[in-house]
Nanobody, 117 residues
Framework: VQLQASGGGLVQAGGSLRLSCTAS????????MAWYRQAPGQEREFVAA????????YYADSVKGRFTISRDNAKNTVYLQMNSLKPEDTAVYYC???????????WGQGTLVTVSS
């Protein structure tokens, strides 16, 4: 499956962005989906995940209460609503798809989010 992420950009601290990730396959609804991010000079880290039907979600402690992951299976798209953004949220954000919530086989190309102070 091919994943196309979009929605990144430059935003001031305290602002909001919504990332989107659209999948190429109709079997999108079968996959668990996740967002990861990688800041300059750092390792990639988990941000949020959602089960195939949206019934289960997980968040990293650093984004809990500020970010919301959701999906629209009719549109083959997963979203990441990011509110109250902080400079430390600056990173390239990647979407991923997999058969379970803890294993992802397919990755998108990433979209850059820059939060200015």
């Amino acid at each position: 499956v091919q994943l196309q992420a979009s929605g990144g950009g430059l935003v001031q601290a305290g602002g909001s962005l919504r990332l989107s990730c659209t999948a190429s396959r109709r079997t999108f609804s079968s996959y668990a989906m996740a967002w990861y991010r990688q800041a300059p000079g750092q390792e990639r880290e988990f941000v949020a995940a959602i089960s195939w039907n949206g019934g289960t979600t997980y968040y990293a402690d650093s984004v809990k209460g500020r970010f919301t992951i959701s999906r629209d299976n009719a549109k083959n798209t997963v979203y990441l609503q990011m509110n109250s953004l902080k400079p430390e949220d600056t990173a390239v954000y990647y979407c991923a798809a997999g058969w379970s919530l803890d294993a992802y086989s397919y990755w998108g190309q990433g979209t850059l989010v820059t939060v200015s102070s």
